[in-house]
């Protein structure tokens, strides 16, 4: 089996165009706001979405358009969240009646979502006036590029990644688009992400891929600890790579959730790395913990604890912190095993053996901490299980951002 | 039943002493680094502790000695917190014989905390030298204060509250010291808090009085969320008011609870005010919860969100994050239900009815936000129950404050 990243995004397998433009939620108009993704057949669909009570309008739209399993676009704008908004549900409506009357594509096969403020009516006039040219400019070579550009809220960078392989001697393609970058942290789908794929695959298993895959990704990413009240995941299946319809756990399966992984994944350390404000990737990997739950429920801890991310930014060595964290994690352990080391391009330095301090030097560990990616190697020395998380550091920036969102 | 606030702490309580000087844990001398608080008489004693796994020795060392239900003195070092220390408990013993030693009480009688830096030996020779003076300077006028000023971190100013009461038609009194100020989060102890009281009453009802108090108090206190390993809280009643022993739920029991409510609420606000880098208060109001759990969660999450903390330091009344904090609270609710005002000394602002945002005056809402104390008032319109919690804004100051700390 050899999966290989490729470039590009929601474009790349067979059959799907996308375009992003700015068409006028978003105030500054060097920002696109309008994103649109299109198959040209039916597409198998699935979905998560964030488990917060209150959820956007978009949400309820989706989940009902999708209820068959099927779908065939999706069209998301930034700048505005359309949540708890009295009006909320008619206006997404209206947006998926737009693409639909735009594209000969049934409004109850578009999948809707929104990003943004709380509470500040949508304006579907501007929307309406900016579906001609982002439907007229649909394509396959930047179109995904504009896409994941106009799903940006205060993102730096567009995030893509893309895979094809193998299946029946058929060549497929799995890819997709991401945007963060505050209000991320548990139990997915806290942020959006959109995957498109030409491979045959049934609904329901569409469905457990991602259900799966998100337990180990995108809900073991954590930027300040907020869950948003909009952010999914979904994922259209073409079909159009030809290869035998996959409806069991068999060895396709495997590699198209291989395949999906690598992108998930991938799509995660952008996500984190990118976090409010952040100047640094912080990966945490635990490994030999007792169960499984716990192996994520400490590497989440402690990617998650804001006195480490502080640390962290300023590149000290408190290992301390991940000692403290770990120990709130709800994780099983015991204290008396544990060994920490942080680790990047500049080296690995041991700080903590089984839980307690060792001697290091701290010019070393200084210079290892200050790469853009640490990663926070824990061995709970308590069993077989391991887990990752991804984060980043928590910068004077991040308040500063957060402070002045809304106005 | 009337309370009344008096000035002073750990020491109006009759037979109570107290004292706290630099000894030399920390560096710089004009921080006071170790407190010590004695009763004449043997106390009823009663301590909950930090729910962190890792656990700092001190506090093996004092559910050690207070088995038996009663203790006599209180030793505290900041500067650091003697946890994942290979010496620790050695160290912890050791800080227990010294003050034995200086004041003939059993080492067993000896109440003992440490808070600071985690992994870093502890000098115990700095201590040694610095009893005599600790113990020779024990009195009851500005002891409790300079034992306040001794268990500081990065605390900006000492945190006292005491109060007197009838019981019996016997004087009562009851006071305490506490310290934050990062590292204060969920599920006591999360800070260190040292109370004394001459009213008379068993152990297990002292123990009863401070578990039941926490969960309203302390444990609605965050900070940044992290939960220390070290922190505790600690109660000492001698009895020398002389009332008749409580040793039932009876009223003298419910007027000894809200004397102690009183203290440790005021202690609450004084802890979030002075939260790392906060520039304001902020409370949560919840009220008509479907239960006392959902009220609590619910007020417990909407402080503690990064977003909305980041949002008040810049006095944006940007409500849809206490909505969204409200919908991953995990309390019981109904999002169509929700009002949301917010309030301060200047004025009352009402900015979501039924879970949908309403016309506000920008202006107005800043200035009522611009307070130093500001409250989210929450009314969930489901039930009978309510809650509040305390935290503060999130500063640039705050990651300045953290990312230094340990060197």
Same mark, same amino acid.
Not at 226 to 232: A, C, H
Not at 390 to 394: P, R, S
């Given at each position: 089996m050899?999966?290989?990243k490729i470039a590009?995004?929601v474009?790349?397998?067979?059959?799907?165009k996308?375009n992003?433009i700015?068409c006028?939620? !978003?105030?500054?108009k060097?920002?696109?706001d309008?994103?649109?993704i299109?198959?040209d057949v #039916? +597409?198998?669909v699935?979905a998560?979405?964030? @488990?917060?009570?209150?959820k956007? +309008?978009p949400i309820?739209?989706?989940k009902?358009n999708i209820?068959?399993?099927?779908a065939?676009?999706?069209?998301?704008?930034s700048?505005?969240a359309?949540t708890c908004? /009295?009006?909320g549900?008619?206006?997404?409506?209206?947006?998926?009646?737009?693409?639909?009357?735009?594209?000969n594509?049934?409004?109850?096969?578009v999948?809707?979502?929104?990003t943004?403020?709380?509470? @500040?009516? &949508?304006?579907?006039?501007v929307i309406?006036k900016?579906?001609? $040219?982002?439907i007229s400019g649909l394509?396959?070579?930047?179109?995904?590029?504009?896409a994941a550009e106009?799903?940006m809220?205060?993102?730096?960078v567009p995030?893509?990644c +893309?895979?094809s392989f193998?299946?029946?001697?058929?060549?497929?393609h799995?890819?997709? %688009?991401?945007?963060g970058?505050?209000?991320?942290?548990?139990?997915m789908?806290?942020l959006?992400v959109?995957?498109t794929t030409d491979v +045959?695959?049934s609904?329901?298993?569409l469905q457990? /891929?991602?259900s799966?895959?998100?337990k180990?990704?995108?809900?073991?990413?954590?930027?300040?600890g907020?869950?948003?009240?909009?952010?999914?995941l979904?994922i259209l299946?073409?079909?159009?790579?030809?290869n035998?319809? %996959?409806?069991?756990?068999? $060895?396709?399966y495997?590699?198209f959730?291989?395949?999906l992984?690598?992108?998930t994944?991938?799509l995660?350390r952008?996500?984190a790395?990118?976090?409010?404000?952040a100047?640094?990737?912080? #990966?945490?990997d635990?490994?030999? *913990?007792k169960?499984l739950?716990?192996? !994520?429920k400490a590497a989440?801890?402690?990617i998650?604890? /804001?006195l480490?991310?502080s /640390?962290?930014?300023?590149?000290?060595?408190?290992?301390?912190?991940? &000692?403290? *964290?770990?120990?709130y994690s709800?994780?099983?352990?015991?204290?008396?095993?544990i060994?920490?080391s942080f680790?990047? #391009?500049?080296g690995?330095?041991?700080?903590c053996?089984n839980g307690y301090?060792?001697?290091?030097?701290?010019?070393?560990?200084?210079?290892?901490?200050?790469?853009?990616?640490?990663?926070?190697?824990?061995n709970l020395?308590d069993?077989?299980?391991k *887990?990752?998380a991804?984060?980043?550091?928590?910068t004077?920036e991040y308040? !500063?951002?957060?402070?002045?969102?809304?106005t």
């Open positions: 050899t999966i290989n590009g995004s474009t790349v397998s067979k059959g799907f996308a992003g700015h006028g939620i !978003r105030k500054n060097t920002k696109k309008l994103a649109v299109i198959s #039916q +597409a198998n699935a998560v979405y964030t @488990q917060n009570l209150i956007g +309008a309820t739209i989706t009902k209820v068959n399993g099927v065939r676009a999706i069209i998301c704008n700048g505005n359309n908004n /009295a009006d549900i008619e206006i997404a409506e209206k947006m998926c009646e737009l693409v639909a009357d735009a594209t594509i049934a409004k109850t096969d999948v809707i979502a929104s943004g403020v709380i509470g @500040q009516a &949508l304006d579907i006039s309406e900016g579906i001609p $040219s982002l394509n396959n070579t930047n179109g995904g590029t504009n106009a799903i809220t205060t993102d730096t995030k893509e +893309a895979v193998e299946l029946d001697g058929k060549l497929c799995l890819g997709g %688009i991401a945007k970058v505050g209000m991320i942290n548990p139990n789908a806290t959006l959109f995957l +045959a695959i609904s329901s298993l457990n /891929a991602i799966d895959d998100v180990g990704t995108f809900n073991m990413v954590s930027v300040d907020d869950t948003s009240t909009n952010d999914m979904v299946a073409n079909g159009l790579a030809e035998n319809l %996959i409806t069991t756990t068999d $060895s396709n495997a590699i959730c291989k395949a992984n690598i992108v994944e991938d995660c952008k996500i790395f990118d976090g409010e404000g100047t640094k990737l912080i #990966q945490c635990v490994i030999n *913990a169960d739950v716990s192996a !994520r989440k801890s402690v998650s604890s /804001a480490l991310k /640390a962290l930014n300023a590149s000290d060595a408190n290992w301390g912190r991940v &000692l403290c *964290a770990l120990g709800g994780a099983t352990l015991n204290p008396e095993k060994d920490v680790e990047s #391009q500049n690995t330095i041991l700080v053996k301090g060792v001697d290091f030097d701290e010019n070393i560990a200084t210079k290892i901490l200050s790469a853009t990616t640490v990663i926070v190697n824990i020395n069993g077989d299980f *887990a990752s991804w984060g980043c550091d928590l004077e308040v !500063r951002i957060n402070g002045g969102y809304r």
